[in-house]
């Protein structure tokens, strides 16, 4: 059974920082592209980040270019999403998310439970 478990949300003013973890289970995470999206209250889930399987090639959302980073640790099977110069707009619930192959080439197969970030003004 594939378990993806975030943590590190929670609540920040604008312009902090916060690092979400995910570490998974079940699944070969060597082999698995990683990604990062996040639903706001009324909007549709969108990618914020993704990672091939060795870390080598990442995508950013246009919004948080700059001020997110993603990465991994495969001896840990472990994602990470930096989180600097945190927005109002950056307020959601994010997901982490495994792929199966490579690099996200078709959607996600298994997701994470969510995490909370609330960024306030």
């Known amino acids: 059974q594939v378990q993806l478990v975030e943590s590190g949300g929670g609540l920040v003013q604008a312009g902090g920082s916060l690092r979400l973890s995910c570490t998974a289970s079940?699944?070969?995470?060597?082999?698995?592209?990683m990604g990062w999206f996040r639903q706001a209250p009324g909007k549709e889930r969108e990618l914020v980040a993704a990672?091939?399987?060795?870390?080598?090639?990442?995508r950013y959302a246009d919004s948080v270019k700059g001020r997110f980073t993603i990465s991994r640790d495969n001896a840990k099977n472990t994602n990470y999403l930096q989180m600097n110069s945190l927005k109002p707009d950056d307020t959601a619930v994010y997901y982490c998310?495994?792929?199966?192959?490579?690099?996200?080439?078709?959607?996600?197969?298994?997701w994470g439970q969510g995490t909370q970030v609330t960024v306030s003004s």
């Open positions: 079940g699944l070969t995470f060597s082999g698995a592209a």
């Open positions: 998310a495994a792929y199966s192959g490579a690099w996200i080439f078709t959607g996600p197969r298994y």
């Open positions: 990672t091939s399987s060795s870390g080598s090639s990442t």
